[in-house]
T-cell receptor, first 112, second 115 residues
Framework: QQQVKQSPQSLIVQKGGISIINCAYENTAFDYFPWYQQFPGKGPALLIAIRPDVSEKKEGRFTISFNKSAKQFSLHIMDSQPGDSATYFCAASGRSQGNLIFGKGTKLSVKP | DAGVTQSPTHLIKTRGQQVTLRCSPKSGHDTVSWYQQALGQGPQFIFQYYEEEERQRGNFPDRFSGHQFPNYSSELNVNALLLGDSALYLC??????????????FGSGTRLTVV
Protein backbone atom coordinates (compact mmCIF):
# COMPACT_ATOMS: atom_id res chain seq x y z
CA GLN A 1 0.00 0.00 0.00
CA GLN A 2 1.54 3.24 -1.17
CA GLN A 3 0.95 5.91 1.43
CA VAL A 4 2.44 8.83 -0.52
CA LYS A 5 1.55 9.25 -4.18
CA GLN A 6 3.70 11.55 -6.31
CA SER A 7 3.13 12.99 -9.76
CA PRO A 8 4.24 13.49 -12.44
CA GLN A 9 6.83 10.75 -12.90
CA SER A 10 8.89 13.02 -15.15
CA LEU A 11 8.83 16.71 -16.00
CA ILE A 12 10.53 18.84 -18.65
CA VAL A 13 10.64 22.59 -18.08
CA GLN A 14 12.33 25.43 -19.96
CA LYS A 15 14.94 27.51 -18.16
CA GLY A 16 13.21 30.26 -16.22
CA GLY A 17 9.93 28.39 -16.02
CA ILE A 18 8.03 27.07 -13.00
CA SER A 19 8.31 23.40 -12.04
CA ILE A 20 5.40 21.95 -10.08
CA ILE A 21 5.40 18.52 -8.43
CA ASN A 22 2.44 17.17 -6.51
CA CYS A 23 2.03 14.66 -3.71
CA ALA A 24 -0.96 13.17 -1.91
CA TYR A 25 -0.94 11.26 1.35
CA GLU A 26 -3.38 8.98 3.12
CA ASN A 27 -2.35 8.82 6.76
CA THR A 28 -3.78 11.74 8.76
CA ALA A 29 -1.20 11.06 11.50
CA PHE A 30 1.55 12.43 9.25
CA ASP A 31 2.78 15.78 10.54
CA TYR A 32 6.04 16.39 8.72
CA PHE A 33 6.33 16.75 4.95
CA PRO A 34 9.82 17.20 3.46
CA TRP A 35 11.00 17.41 -0.12
CA TYR A 36 14.31 15.85 -1.11
CA GLN A 37 16.53 16.43 -4.15
CA GLN A 38 18.70 13.61 -5.43
CA PHE A 39 21.42 13.76 -8.05
CA PRO A 40 22.75 10.60 -9.73
CA GLY A 41 25.14 8.70 -7.48
CA LYS A 42 24.22 10.77 -4.42
CA GLY A 43 21.91 10.37 -1.48
CA PRO A 44 18.76 12.49 -1.11
CA ALA A 45 19.36 15.98 0.25
CA LEU A 46 16.69 17.91 2.15
CA LEU A 47 15.37 20.88 0.16
CA ILE A 48 12.52 22.22 2.21
CA ALA A 49 9.97 20.86 4.68
CA ILE A 50 6.62 21.89 6.12
CA ARG A 51 4.41 20.98 9.06
CA PRO A 52 0.60 21.04 8.77
CA ASP A 53 0.10 24.15 10.90
CA VAL A 54 1.02 26.36 7.92
CA SER A 55 -0.30 26.35 4.35
CA GLU A 56 2.81 27.60 2.59
CA LYS A 57 6.54 27.82 3.16
CA LYS A 58 9.05 29.55 0.92
CA GLU A 59 12.83 29.26 0.86
CA GLY A 60 14.48 31.07 -2.02
CA ARG A 61 13.12 29.71 -5.30
CA PHE A 62 11.46 26.73 -3.59
CA THR A 63 7.92 26.86 -2.17
CA ILE A 64 5.80 24.16 -0.53
CA SER A 65 2.03 24.55 -0.69
CA PHE A 66 0.08 22.42 1.78
CA ASN A 67 -3.64 21.58 1.72
CA LYS A 68 -4.52 19.69 4.90
CA SER A 69 -8.18 19.07 4.03
CA ALA A 70 -7.27 17.58 0.65
CA LYS A 71 -4.25 15.75 2.10
CA GLN A 72 -2.07 17.16 -0.66
CA PHE A 73 1.14 19.13 -0.86
CA SER A 74 3.21 20.40 -3.73
CA LEU A 75 6.65 21.75 -4.55
CA HIS A 76 7.03 24.81 -6.77
CA ILE A 77 10.43 25.67 -8.20
CA MET A 78 10.44 29.22 -9.53
CA ASP A 79 12.87 30.40 -12.24
CA SER A 80 13.96 26.81 -12.86
CA GLN A 81 17.62 26.39 -13.83
CA PRO A 82 19.49 23.57 -15.60
CA GLY A 83 21.28 22.90 -12.31
CA ASP A 84 17.89 22.00 -10.82
CA SER A 85 17.77 18.94 -13.07
CA ALA A 86 17.53 16.04 -10.62
CA THR A 87 15.04 13.62 -9.13
CA TYR A 88 12.73 15.07 -6.50
CA PHE A 89 11.04 13.04 -3.78
CA CYS A 90 8.25 14.05 -1.47
CA ALA A 91 8.05 12.27 1.86
CA ALA A 92 5.94 12.17 4.99
CA SER A 93 6.41 11.17 8.59
CA GLY A 94 4.56 11.19 11.89
CA ARG A 95 5.79 11.76 15.43
CA SER A 96 5.11 8.14 16.36
CA GLN A 97 7.01 6.84 13.35
CA GLY A 98 10.41 8.47 13.10
CA ASN A 99 10.89 7.10 9.59
CA LEU A 100 10.10 8.70 6.25
CA ILE A 101 7.59 7.38 3.71
CA PHE A 102 8.74 8.44 0.25
CA GLY A 103 6.92 9.01 -3.00
CA LYS A 104 8.24 7.33 -6.13
CA GLY A 105 10.03 10.43 -7.35
CA THR A 106 9.86 12.94 -10.20
CA LYS A 107 12.70 13.27 -12.65
CA LEU A 108 13.00 16.95 -13.55
CA SER A 109 14.86 18.12 -16.65
CA VAL A 110 15.34 21.86 -17.14
CA LYS A 111 16.21 22.70 -20.73
CA PRO A 112 18.51 25.70 -21.40
CA ASP B 1 31.96 18.81 9.81
CA ALA B 2 31.68 15.35 8.24
CA GLY B 3 28.25 14.31 7.12
CA VAL B 4 27.02 10.73 6.96
CA THR B 5 29.73 8.38 5.71
CA GLN B 6 28.95 5.03 4.13
CA SER B 7 31.29 2.25 3.03
CA PRO B 8 31.92 0.70 0.65
CA THR B 9 30.55 2.86 -2.18
CA HIS B 10 30.10 -0.07 -4.55
CA LEU B 11 29.90 -3.81 -3.99
CA ILE B 12 29.30 -6.86 -6.17
CA LYS B 13 28.18 -10.09 -4.52
CA THR B 14 27.03 -13.48 -5.70
CA ARG B 15 23.53 -14.77 -5.03
CA GLY B 16 23.42 -16.63 -1.69
CA GLN B 17 26.32 -14.72 -0.16
CA GLN B 18 26.20 -12.40 2.83
CA VAL B 19 27.09 -8.71 2.87
CA THR B 20 27.82 -6.07 5.53
CA LEU B 21 27.43 -2.36 4.87
CA ARG B 22 28.71 0.32 7.23
CA CYS B 23 27.58 3.79 8.24
CA SER B 24 29.07 6.56 10.36
CA PRO B 25 26.47 9.15 11.37
CA LYS B 26 26.84 12.90 11.21
CA SER B 27 28.55 14.37 14.24
CA GLY B 28 26.03 14.97 17.03
CA HIS B 29 23.47 12.51 15.69
CA ASP B 30 22.48 9.44 17.71
CA THR B 31 19.96 7.63 15.50
CA VAL B 32 20.66 5.69 12.33
CA SER B 33 18.08 4.55 9.79
CA TRP B 34 18.64 2.34 6.77
CA TYR B 35 16.77 2.55 3.48
CA GLN B 36 16.78 0.50 0.28
CA GLN B 37 16.37 2.38 -3.00
CA ALA B 38 15.71 0.26 -6.07
CA LEU B 39 16.46 1.80 -9.46
CA GLY B 40 13.87 4.40 -10.35
CA GLN B 41 12.06 4.15 -7.01
CA GLY B 42 11.89 6.11 -3.79
CA PRO B 43 13.81 4.91 -0.72
CA GLN B 44 12.09 2.20 1.33
CA PHE B 45 12.59 2.10 5.11
CA ILE B 46 14.38 -1.00 6.40
CA PHE B 47 14.93 -0.26 10.09
CA GLN B 48 16.09 2.31 12.61
CA TYR B 49 18.57 2.04 15.47
CA TYR B 50 18.72 4.16 18.59
CA GLU B 51 20.62 3.42 21.80
CA GLU B 52 22.01 0.28 20.15
CA GLU B 53 18.55 -1.24 19.72
CA GLU B 54 16.30 -1.70 16.70
CA ARG B 55 13.43 0.69 17.35
CA GLN B 56 11.37 0.43 14.18
CA ARG B 57 11.32 -1.93 11.24
CA GLY B 58 9.85 -1.71 7.78
CA ASN B 59 8.47 -4.54 5.68
CA PHE B 60 11.74 -6.40 5.13
CA PRO B 61 12.51 -10.08 5.85
CA ASP B 62 14.70 -11.30 8.68
CA ARG B 63 17.55 -11.73 6.19
CA PHE B 64 18.08 -8.03 6.81
CA SER B 65 19.63 -7.34 10.19
CA GLY B 66 21.60 -4.57 11.76
CA HIS B 67 23.63 -3.34 14.63
CA GLN B 68 24.47 -0.02 16.26
CA PHE B 69 27.69 0.48 18.16
CA PRO B 70 28.32 2.67 21.26
CA ASN B 71 29.82 5.38 18.99
CA TYR B 72 26.47 5.47 17.11
CA SER B 73 27.90 3.93 13.92
CA SER B 74 25.88 1.15 12.38
CA GLU B 75 26.04 -1.92 10.18
CA LEU B 76 23.47 -3.43 7.86
CA ASN B 77 23.78 -7.15 7.21
CA VAL B 78 21.97 -9.02 4.47
CA ASN B 79 22.11 -12.82 4.39
CA ALA B 80 21.31 -15.23 1.56
CA LEU B 81 21.44 -12.51 -1.07
CA LEU B 82 18.85 -12.52 -3.83
CA LEU B 83 19.07 -10.85 -7.22
CA GLY B 84 16.26 -8.56 -6.04
CA ASP B 85 18.46 -7.21 -3.26
CA SER B 86 20.41 -5.24 -5.87
CA ALA B 87 19.84 -1.60 -4.95
CA LEU B 88 21.32 1.55 -3.47
CA TYR B 89 21.41 1.22 0.31
CA LEU B 90 21.14 4.53 2.09
CA CYS B 91 21.98 5.34 5.65
CA UNK B 92 20.40 8.36 7.32
CA UNK B 93 21.34 9.79 10.68
CA UNK B 94 19.29 12.04 12.92
CA UNK B 95 18.94 13.30 16.46
CA UNK B 96 16.29 11.70 18.63
CA UNK B 97 14.62 14.27 20.84
CA UNK B 98 11.32 14.26 22.64
CA UNK B 99 8.64 14.92 20.09
CA UNK B 100 10.37 13.54 17.05
CA UNK B 101 13.39 12.96 14.92
CA UNK B 102 15.40 15.97 13.80
CA UNK B 103 18.00 16.72 11.20
CA UNK B 104 17.48 13.67 9.00
CA UNK B 105 20.64 13.51 6.84
CA PHE B 106 21.41 10.91 4.18
CA GLY B 107 24.73 9.49 3.10
CA SER B 108 25.61 8.88 -0.54
CA GLY B 109 24.80 5.21 -0.25
CA THR B 110 26.31 1.85 -1.10
CA ARG B 111 25.46 0.46 -4.54
CA LEU B 112 25.00 -3.32 -4.11
CA THR B 113 24.85 -5.52 -7.18
CA VAL B 114 23.94 -9.18 -6.76
CA VAL B 115 24.89 -11.44 -9.67
Amino acid sequence: QQQVKQSPQSLIVQKGGISIINCAYENTAFDYFPWYQQFPGKGPALLIAIRPDVSEKKEGRFTISFNKSAKQFSLHIMDSQPGDSATYFCAASGRSQGNLIFGKGTKLSVKP
Amino acid sequence: DAGVTQSPTHLIKTRGQQVTLRCSPKSGHDTVSWYQQALGQGPQFIFQYYEEEERQRGNFPDRFSGHQFPNYSSELNVNALLLGDSALYLCASSLNRQGGIYGYTFGSGTRLTVV
